[in-house]
């Protein structure tokens, strides 16, 4: 996962790449969650993100974009979340909501739920079994 690490300090689809992208930090937030480690230095994907936040208050997976996207902005919106940061409300108006559905308590996406469900450690080790040879 760390080869994948972006200059700015998010993670992109290709080792050695200058800027992170939404769609890159998604995926190795979600690969750290599921190998039950930390993500290493969360300021630095949050600087990241700052970066990919276009000209509309969206998000891209490009720095300095005039318009965001739904996806990219749906799980900029998420990671933010996790990583204990309010989301702005441009966001909320991009992914058409109100900031209300913002709140961290009840935003739910994918596979960072608000909160864990019971059973969830389990259905987590079924739905994504590791390879002995699996490594970070």
């Not at 290709?14 to 930090?25: A, D, K, Q, R």
């Not at 600087?47 to 720095?63: T, V």
């Not at 799980?75 to 109100?98: D, I, K, Q």
């Amino acid at each position: 996962i760390q080869t994948h690490r972006a200059g700015d300090g998010g993670f992109s689809g290709s080792p050695g790449s200058e800027h992170g992208t939404v769609y890159g930090c998604f995926l190795a937030m979600g690969s750290f969650y599921n190998l039950d480690m930390e993500l290493p230095d969360p300021e630095g994907m949050l600087a990241s993100l700052a970066d990919l936040r276009s000209a509309d208050g969206a998000y891209s997976n490009e720095p300095n974009f005039p318009e965001g996207g739904t996806p990219p902005t749906a799980a900029a919106v998420t990671l933010l979340r996790h990583l204990g940061h309010a989301p702005p409300a441009e966001a909320g108006r991009a992914l058409n909501c109100t900031s209300a559905a913002l709140n961290p308590d009840r935003l739910q996406f994918g596979w960072m739920p608000a909160s864990l469900p019971r059973g969830w450690e389990e259905r987590k080790a079924v739905a994504a079994p590791l390879r002995d040879d699996a490594t970070t």
